[in-house]
């Protein structure tokens, strides 16, 4: 069965840099578009990034204004998120995503695979 596993969270200084991976298996991964998601405690989960399958465009939220990167590696099955100059407000549970078929690219309903999700906590 499809498994994404996420990894790499943990506390952070403010302006610090974490790195996030997703480990996927039981899936293609050249054909899904990858995704980020975070939650943060009392608030709905809402989209960071994504990495289309075909072209290759990135889409980010505005919140991450070129501070984040999401990348992936087809032939090792990950995906990444390279977070840098990292916010309070970006504490966070940060989740991985995958989907095949259309939607509107920020709404949940449009993936269908979801990992667990891993905690990032950056501290002022």
């Known amino acids: 069965q499809v498994q994404l596993v996420e990894s790499g969270g943990g506390l952070v200084q403010a302006g610090g840099s974490l790195r996030l991976s997703c480990a996927t298996s039981g899936l293609t991964l050249s054909s899904y578009d990858m995704a980020w998601f975070r939650q943060a405690p009392g608030k709905e989960r809402e989209f960071v990034a994504r990495?289309?399958?075909?072209?290759?465009?990135?889409y980010y939220a505005d919140f991450v204004k070129g501070r984040f990167t999401i990348s992936r590696d087809n032939a090792k099955n990950m995906v990444y998120l390279q977070m840098n100059s990292l916010e309070p407000e970006d504490t966070a549970v940060y989740y991985c995503?995958?989907?095949?078929?259309?939607?509107?690219?920020?709404?949940?309903?449009?993936?269908?695979?979801w990992g667990q999700g891993t905690q990032v906590t950056v501290s002022s």
């Open positions: 995503a995958a989907g095949d078929r259309s939607g509107i690219i920020y709404y949940t309903s449009t993936y269908d695979y």
């Open positions: 990495l289309s399958r075909s072209t290759l465009s990135t």
